[in-house]
Nanobody, 121 residues
């Protein structure tokens, strides 16, 4: 069982930056692929980024490439999402998630409760 808790959300102006963190509770955190998703009001949850268990491979949605960076520190059981050049359309609840297996695919097993990111124009 892996419990995930996100933090770091907030209100920021367009063009600004935020760094989200996701702390895992389990002893097997380092074995999981970790991902970030977001869900805007009235929309379905969408994939944002993922990182392999070693941190050596990453995957991004086209909408965030070049602006967002996912990273992890397995010694701290934490995955990060650095978000730069934020746009109003990035406004959403951001969730972190964990799964076993390969980097691709969105069938995640464990989910956090989310953290709100609001970008004002």
């Amino acid at each position: 069982q892996e419990q995930l808790v996100e933090s770091g959300g907030g209100l920021v102006q367009a063009g600004g930056s935020l760094r989200l963190s996701c702390l895992g509770s389990g002893r097997t955190f380092s074995r999981y692929v970790m991902g970030w998703f977001h869900q805007a009001p009235g929309k379905e949850r969408e994939f944002v980024a993922a990182i392999s268990w070693t941190g050596g491979s990453t995957l991004y949605a086209d909408s965030v490439k070049g602006r967002f960076t996912i990273s992890r520190d397995n010694a701290k059981n934490t995955v990060y999402l650095q978000m730069n050049s934020l746009k109003p359309e990035d406004t959403a609840v951001y969730y972190c998630a964990a799964k076993s297996g390969t980097l691709r695919g969105h069938e995640y097993t464990y989910w956090g409760r989310g953290t709100q990111v609001t970008v004002s124009s």
